[in-house]
């Protein structure tokens, strides 16, 4: 059943998610595209081709996580924390909004032996995957995993099955030439409850279709790889959710994060007499407080700590 697409130009796919359903709401499908975001990431961090690799992956993975919240208000952040040189790198999404970081975006490493390049060892293979869903209201949801191969899509999987026993079929993938990104993207199978086996054997038959799933965006389409990976399971396309890479950094929650400083550290500021400036991780957006401005974040956080007691 492998697709032959060779004759075609390479597809320019918008970036958006498909929700998927199989065999009258068996099992779901989340199939995603996410080039443009991974650039505008590039663009952002100046990240190495490991690197866009890696937080490509990342980002695709916490998107589809992104788009099965439920409230407006919530969102996901999703953080590796290995043991290798890219050191943490965290995702997060607001439904379709995306942003990312990792602490050293421009690590580079030799290709494996078979010529891809070093995600595993770039992230490394011990750590851990830590999901946080925010629901709002301050109620959160937090589960971990063990990083299983620092490939991500793994240990995407991996997660799943053991933070929130869903087993779960996952593939992520970037292809990236000279800090372009060719195409990015990704997709989530999930069995739902009173999924018959006969239908899980099918998708576990069928995963070597979409193992090299930025290859295969380049030739077909989201609809056409609908079509072809699923034909016989009766696929039904539910909805389609545009992405972007979006920060939601602003000079407000700036200002917040220096009054949750506490009084000593901003007094601190206040007597260096020479303000302060933050940067945003996802965007490095600066923002600078004035001295007195700072005084001004004073009173408020005196105000606060009165009004708590």
């Known amino acids: 059943m492998e697709q032959n697409y060779q004759n075609q130009e390479m597809i320019q796919h918008p970036d958006e998610i498909l929700q998927i359903d199989l065999c009258g709401g068996q099992a779901r499908v989340l199939l995603c595209s996410s080039t443009a975001m991974v650039q505008e990431c590039v663009r952002i961090h100046g990240a190495s081709s490991v690197a866009t690799a890696a937080l490509g992956r990342l980002m695709t993975g916490a998107a589809m996580m992104g788009i099965m919240l439920k409230g407006?208000?919530?969102?996901?952040t999703v953080t590796l924390k290995g043991d290798g040189p890219l050191g943490t790198l965290m995702a997060v999404a607001d439904h379709g909004d995306l942003r990312a970081y990792a602490d050293d975006p421009t690590v580079e490493l030799p290709l494996r032996a078979d010529g891809k390049l070093d995600v595993g060892g770039a992230v490394g293979r011990n750590g851990r995957m830590t999901?946080?869903?925010?629901?709002?209201?301050?109620?959160q949801y937090i589960g971990q995993s063990e990083i299983v191969s620092g490939e991500i899509a793994i240990d995407f999987a991996n997660y799943f099955t053991v933070s929130?026993?869903?087993?779960?079929?996952?593939?992520?993938?970037?292809?990236?030439?000279?800090?372009?990104?060719?195409?990015a993207g990704g997709i989530?199978?999930?069995?739902?409850?009173?999924?018959?086996?006969?239908?899980?054997?099918?998708?576990?038959l069928r995963s070597p279709m979409f193992a090299d799933i930025s290859r295969e965006l380049t030739f077909g389409t989201l609809d056409q790889l609908t079509e072809d990976w699923f034909r016989g399971l009766e696929p039904k396309i539910l909805e389609r959710t545009p992405i972007r890479y979006q920060c939601s950094c602003s000079r407000e929650r700036m200002e917040k994060a220096l009054i949750s400083l506490g009084r000593k550290d901003l007094q601190s500021l206040i007597d260096e007499n020479q303000g302060a400036e933050l940067s945003c991780h996802f965007c490095h957006r600066k923002h600078f407080f004035t001295t007195e401005q700072l005084r001004e974040m004073l009173a408020k956080a005196g105000s606060k700590g009165e009004a708590e007691q």
């Open 131 to 139: 999901v946080v869903r925010d629901l709002g209201y301050g109620k």
């Open 188 to 204: 989530l199978i999930q069995p739902l409850p009173g999924c018959p086996e006969e239908l899980i054997d099918q998708l576990e």
């Open 164 to 183: 929130e026993q869903q087993p779960s079929l996952v593939a992520l993938g970037v292809r990236v030439h000279d800090g372009l990104v060719l195409q």
């Open 72 to 76: 407006e208000e919530e969102s996901v």
